[in-house]
């Protein structure tokens, strides 16, 4: 058989589980799918640090950190971030994805068990799969983590602050307790978590927490990600972490407008942002249970309607999407099969007038739905 027909068909496949994803132009007149939490890919400062960090470097670094890569927008980054979270040290990735998967891979083997939350983000799954000696507890459940534990022997675990498919934040502490090495993946969590945005590392100490995911494409607005944790294991990575030694470090322009994002993030500004979404998170939280929308546990940004059927969560996106509003419609394989959701994610921008209107567009869809099938 042709590999083009093999192809078609699995994409069949996909068009018959209404599962088929496709790329479309972000157009939207409100947004409320993205996870620009504070406005800050748009903020006048972070525009300007990547402009004149344009100027200055280019808009490539050329090679590998390795080779010639490394600049010096990328150290006072480095630098800048492990003061701001007290850590002994960070290293810089092109994408949370990347640094996920790299951490994992390089660091799984030498661990005599890995423990996952079950709905840990898919860069940590893709970077454990090929071992055999990881198992996934029950999400967000420290008793059950704690069972599979491998006794006299070395643990790593694995979970999420903010869980980027429900909102919903794992119990860090009681995580921290257990007898493992506790890895937080921070995505969600940094620059908006807590009085300082410190997320997780305010709640956590290097020895409880020594390894922390940190990206730069969310609340920082930009772009890239960053391991952060002891000088051992960053010292580990940079000789064989792969896909840090053998991959393009990101432009010196990009590190010069993360560390202006940061600085906001630590300013008066940055806490000034963080009361906007709570105040945002809060109304819209009030406006759903007033319309009856039966919204998911979440204290945070990220709001989930989970409908089951992948079906109606594209009949209820698409009525969105006709009257100017974007949210997340998130099938499976993304989520667990027969959890098909809408993800609603609010950020500080938003004005009341547009969450107002957002969430009696959302009420009239899906109770429209639901008066005619049950969803
Ligand atoms: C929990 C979590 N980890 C890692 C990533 C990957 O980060 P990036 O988008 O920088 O590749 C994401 C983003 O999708 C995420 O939600």
Redesign the pocket.
């Known amino acids: 058989m042709q590999i083009q027909d093999v192809l078609q068909r699995q994409l069949e496949l996909r068009r018959q589980q209404r599962r088929h994803r496709s790329l479309s132009v972000a157009a939207a007149a409100h947004d409320f799918s993205a996870n620009d939490y504070l406005g800050l890919s748009q903020h006048p400062q972070v525009l300007d640090a990547f402009q004149r960090g344009l100027q200055q470097w280019g808009t490539g670094s050329g090679s590998s950190p390795l080779v010639a890569g490394y600049q010096k927008p990328h150290a006072y980054l480095r630098r800048h971030l492990s003061e701001w979270l007290e850590r002994d040290n960070v290293l810089l990735f092109s994408?949370?994805?990347?640094a996920?998967q790299c951490t994992m891979r390089a660091l799984a083997p030498l661990y005599d068990r890995v423990l996952l939350d079950r709905l840990s983000?898919a860069?940590?799954l893709d970077g454990v799969r090929e071992q055999r000696h990881w198992k996934r507890f029950a999400h967000n459940d420290a008793t059950h983590a704690n069972k599979l534990l491998k006794p006299d022997a070395t643990n790593l675990l694995v979970t999420?602050s903010v869980?980027?498919m429900d909102g919903d934040s794992a119990p860090l502490r009681e995580l921290a307790a257990l007898d493992v090495d506790l890895w937080i993946?921070d995505?969600?969590g940094l620059g908006i978590i807590g009085a300082d945005g410190r997320s997780a590392a305010s709640e956590l100490s290097q020895k409880q927490a020594p390894l922390i995911?940190a990206?730069?494409?969310?609340a920082l607005g930009v772009?890239?990600?960053a391991m952060v944790g002891t000088d051992s294991v960053i010292d580990y990575l940079v000789n064989y972490g792969r896909e840090f030694i053998y991959s393009t470090a990101f432009p010196a322009a990009q590190a010069t407008a993360v560390s202006a994002a940061i600085k906001i993030a630590q300013s008066a500004e940055g806490a000034r942002l963080r009361q906007q979404l709570d105040t945002n998170i809060a109304l819209f939280g009030e406006l759903a249970t007033r319309a009856n929308i039966p919204l998911g546990k979440s204290e945070h940004a990220i709001q989930t309607l989970v409908v089951g059927s992948d079906a109606n969560v594209m009949r209820i996106g698409t009525a969105l999407s006709s009257q100017g509003f974007k949210c997340g419609t998130i099938r499976p394989p993304t989520v667990p099969e027969g959890t098909a959701r809408l993800r609603i994610t609010l950020t500080a921008q938003h004005k009341e007038a547009e969450i107002r209107a957002f969430v009696a567009a959302f009420a009239d869809c899906y109770h429209r739905l639901t008066e005619t099938q049950a969803v």
């Open positions: 994408s949370g994805f990347s996920n983000h860069s940590l999420e869980f980027s993946d995505a969600h995911t990206t730069f494409g969310k772009m890239g990600a």
